[in-house]
């Protein structure tokens, strides 16, 4: 069967649709039909300036999905043709011995020497159609839904799944908690929601650009949820809002910049979880930002954690599929409005799209 592939020519280049020829699934693999990709903003930063990680060009680029299972090689029992399935991003090596990846490893694939990701090693899914390997379909991140779930929610599984490796990392840091999300964009506001769901007492949410801030408060905002701009009163401004408490519990920064670090390590109190989630990384790698911390008076007698989640594993992957099946969400449609819909024909139309400053999650429609 014929198969349409966009490839990237190069960082700020030109998609070209190359038509291939792809074969039936051998034994252990499935073959899927993509039905939409939502635009990360690290699909925004390969566009502009490429990644380390991607060693060749041309690339294709794409790594947040939903698709339908088409055909199933011998001996695949867990899917099925006409299966509706949400894949995540970071997946297993391929070595099935592996003790973070193979089939008695821990499922840790980001802390795997040999870590794979859609999109960057492994070829992503700006294409039409796709044959996943054995080891992928075995040990992979894919989440299957009911029939008749809506693919736009189904292809958003894996940010949500990122997000949900740093809420559920330290136990009890969201439920009857102060949560402070750094960054309104749509990590924050997959964060946001997710909090509400999971009992957090308030939510705040600091951001420099009124647009954004304005449409996530507007459109996902309740009486637990408060907006703060980031000016030079910002710390301020987020402790009053923490009292009856002296501090936030959980603090994530999804702001892409070594600022949103800064700030949050000021916000730092008794007993509060700092999540580095948005590293700062460039065409060039990852710069370094320095930080002291005292080891005993705050790390000991203080009960701070500082951690830092990027992708996802299985954890993530079954918690994110439970709130998206459990309707859990329902406030996730109005992550994308008319103006965030593009067809695969347009995919750098898309990117440019996602990269405007009101933007949350911009959808491709395959069908």
């Not at 159609?129 to 736009?152: N, Q, S, T, Y």
């Not at 390590?265 to 930002?289: C, E, F, N, S, W």
Request: glycine share 10%.
């Amino acid at each position: 069967m014929k198969n349409t592939v966009y490839y990237l020519d190069k960082p700020g280049g030109t998609f070209t649709p190359v038509e291939e020829t792809l074969p039936e699934p051998a034994p252990g693999e499935i073959r899927i039909k993509i039905l939409r990709t939502s635009v990360c903003q690290s699909d925004v930063v390969i566009y502009r300036q490429g990644l380390p990680r991607i060693k060749a060009w041309p690339a294709v680029i794409l790594h947040e999905v939903s698709a339908k299972v088409e055909a199933v090689g011998e001996g695949v029992t867990k899917f099925s043709p006409g299966d509706l399935i949400g894949i995540g991003c970071d997946i297993p090596c391929g070595d099935l011995s592996c003790i973070y990846c193979g089939r008695e490893g821990t499922g840790d694939w980001t802390s795997c020497p040999n870590t794979q990701a859609t999109g960057h090693e492994f070829a992503g899914f700006a294409r039409s159609h796709a044959i996943l390997p054995d080891w992928f379909v075995e040990l992979g991140p894919i989440a299957k839904f009911e029939a008749g779930f809506d693919a736009d929610h189904a292809c958003q599984l894996e940010p949500l799944a990122c997000c949900l490796e740093g809420m559920t990392r330290v136990n009890r840091c969201i439920d009857n908690r102060i949560v402070v999300l750094i960054g309104a964009g749509s990590q924050s506001t997959y964060a946001l929601q997710c909090a509400l769901a999971m009992g957090a007492r308030k939510v705040i949410l600091v951001n420099r650009g009124a647009e954004r801030l304005e449409r996530v408060l507007r459109d996902f905002g309740n009486e637990r949820v408060v907006g703060i701009t980031w000016d030079e009163k910002v710390v301020e401004n987020v402790l009053a809002e923490c009292r009856p408490f002296n501090e936030p519990h959980f603090v994530m920064v999804n702001a892409p910049a070594e600022p949103g670090y800064r700030l949050a390590v000021q916000l730092m109190g008794y007993g509060t979880v700092m999540d580095g989630h948005a590293g700062v990384k460039g065409a060039g790698g990852k710069p370094r930002i320095a930080h002291e911390v005292d080891l005993n008076n705050d790390i000991h007698y203080k009960l701070q954690c500082y951690q830092a989640t990027h992708g996802s594993g299985p954890h993530g992957i079954n918690l994110a599929r439970e709130l998206l099946a459990g309707k859990k969400l329902p406030l996730i449609g109005k992550m994308t409005d008319a103006t965030e819909r593009f067809p695969h024909t347009s995919i750098h139309d898309a990117i440019r799209r996602a990269a405007d400053p009101d933007s949350l999650k911009v959808i491709i429609d395959w069908e």
